[in-house]
Nanobody, 125 residues
Framework: QVQLVESGGGLVQAGGSLRLSCAAS????????MGWFRQTPGKERECVAA????????YYADSVKGRFTISRDNAKNTVYLQMNSLKPEDTAVYYC??????????????????WGKGTLVTVSS
């Protein structure tokens, strides 16, 4: 069983920055691929960033490339999402997810078997 707890969401003006954190329980965090997803009402949950176990491989959605950075600290069982140059369209509930089963990472929700409860990010114009 893996528990994921997100933090760091909040209200920020357009152009500002936030850093989301996701703390994971368990002793094998370094074996998990991790992803950050976001969802707005009426839309499907989308992957904005993902990172493999060793941090060698990462993925970014086109909409966030150059603005968001995913990273992980396996010693702290934590994955981060640094969000810069935020835009109103980045407003969403952000979820972190763990893929404990595969060796790579997925950009699909079905590729992850554990989810946090989400943290709300609101970007005002």
């Amino acid at each position: 069983q893996v528990q994921l707890v997100e933090s760091g969401g909040g209200l920020v003006q357009a152009g500002g920055s936030l850093r989301l954190s996701c703390a994971a329980s368990g002793r094998t965090f370094s074996r998990y691929a991790m992803g950050w997803f976001r969802q707005t009402p009426g839309k499907e949950r989308e992957c904005v960033a993902a990172i493999n176990r060793s941090s060698i491989n990462t993925y970014y959605a086109d909409s966030v490339k150059g603005r968001f950075t995913i990273s992980r600290d396996n010693a702290k069982n934590t994955v981060y999402l640094q969000m810069n140059s935020l835009k109103p369209e980045d407003t969403a509930v952000y979820y972190c997810a763990a893929d404990t089963l595969s060796s790579g990472f997925s950009v699909r929700t079905t590729g992850y078997d554990y989810w946090g409860k989400g943290t709300l990010v609101t970007v005002s114009s």
